[in-house]
């Protein structure tokens, strides 16, 4: 079985920094795709960030100039640099991974961006 873990989330006040990870575990041999997604005020999940096999990128408009994804394949981790963050950006933050076809998706972290 794959497992998806986030970590990282925590409170933080408007304009500071923060740093998710995601690591993914089980039966693998390699990861292909991953993103970051978030689900606000129970709203849908939406996409926030995604990096490809090879670190193609993308962003949501949100995100841009201010997020950065990044991956370490050989610790099968996946990154995102949250920077300037706003209290818009206050969200449950979920980790996707690209296994062998099937994708898989953590629990979840929570960020909070209040004053």
């Known amino acids: 079985q794959v497992q998806v873990v986030e970590s990282g989330g925590d409170l933080v006040q408007p304009g500071g920094s923060l740093r998710l990870s995601c690591v993914v575990s089980?039966?693998?041999?390699?990861?292909?795709?991953m993103a970051w997604y978030r689900q606000i005020g129970g709203q849908e999940r939406e996409l926030v960030a995604a990096?490809?096999?090879?670190?193609?990128?993308n962003y949501a408009d949100s995100a841009k100039g201010r997020f950065t994804i990044s991956r370490d394949n050989a610790k099968n981790t996946v990154y995102l640099q949250m920077n300037n963050l706003k209290p818009e950006d206050t969200a449950l933050y979920y980790c996707?991974?690209?296994?062998?076809?099937?994708?898989?998706w953590g629990q979840g972290t929570h960020v909070t961006i209040s004053s």
């Open positions: 089980g039966t693998i041999f390699s990861i292909g795709s």
């Open positions: 996707e991974a690209g296994v062998r076809g099937y994708y898989y």
């Open positions: 990096i490809g096999l090879l670190g193609d990128t």
